[in-house]
Each structure stands twice: as structure tokens, then as C-alpha cells.
């Protein structure tokens, strides 16, 4: 697989748990009873919980193969903020 391929991938992925974490947050947060889609509110928990725990342990990959970009707007940032002026 190319890195191009590989990357498009890892984004579509984290942009799907982002929307899942959303919308369970969503239901977890405003419904209140112990039911929710027809799913019992402890198994959206358990599942917010890992689908949040896979994010956070995806969201490296993508930092790690663009980090030039990454260190390039880090070099740049500094430069404006703790240059003369």
C-alpha cells in the first residue's frame, strides 16, 4: 500500500470514529433512560470508551507521517511569535 493510500485511509477512519464518538457522546450525554436505539446504555458506553481509546491511539500516525509538515508549521509558529516586533 503507498503512503498516500495508507494516509487517505487513516484520515477516512479517524473522521468515522470522530463521528461515532459524536453521536454516542451525543446519546450518552442527553438520553438519560436506560435504553437508547434499542441498545442498552451501559454497551454505548463500553463502546464510546473503546472507539475514544482507538482515536487516541490513531491520532499519532498521522503527526508521525507528516511531521515535516508538522515541524515546518511548528519552525514557522515560533518564528512569528518570538521574533523582534
Known sequence: MKVHSFK???????????????FSGFLLYFGKTGMAMGIARNTWRETHVWAALSACGLIPAPIFLNRRLFLSELKSWTRKKGGPG
Not at 473522521?15 to 464518538?21: E, I, Q, S, V
Open 8 to 22: 487517505a485511509a487513516l484520515s477516512c477512519l479517524l473522521f468515522l470514529l470522530f463521528g461515532f464518538l459524536a
